[in-house]
């Protein structure tokens, strides 16, 4: 039963149905019925487990020198500071790979990335 209840909540929320608020889900494993009832938006927002702000924090998180990331958006760009203690070269650069991993991994996006050194 729980198989083919956690089935239905699935494809109610890959389809036209996740515009329902408020939404109410019946079946009858008896009679092979499912009925739904809710308000109906005209627009289904999708909310992503991760904001990107949280997804630019964890990809700076495995640098240990790196003490913080402040975000900010400016227009349309996001404005990435990064604070590391005395970065030597090769945190730079593990900092700029991650730079350009962001940059690859959301091509729709402008950065403005900062590394600021702090002793």
């Given at each position: ?44 927002y999708m909310h992503?487990?991760?904001t990107i702000e ?7 998180s495995s640098i ?56």
């Amino acid at each position: 039963m729980l198989i083919a209840e956690t089935a239905i909540y699935v494809a109610i929320a890959c389809s036209e149905h996740r515009k329902i608020e408020d939404r109410h889900i019946c079946f009858s494993s008896l009679t092979h019925t499912v009925t739904l009832s809710g308000h109906i938006r005209e627009v289904a927002y999708m909310h992503p487990a991760r904001t990107i702000e949280k997804i630019i924090r964890d990809a700076f998180s495995s640098i240990p020198e790196v003490r913080g990331v402040r975000i900010e958006q400016d227009g349309d760009e996001t404005l990435v500071r990064i604070a590391a203690n005395d970065p030597p070269r090769e945190v730079r650069y593990q900092v700029y790979d991650k730079q350009k991993n962001l940059i690859e991994t959301f091509p729709e996006m402008t950065f403005d990335f900062s590394l600021i050194s702090q002793e």
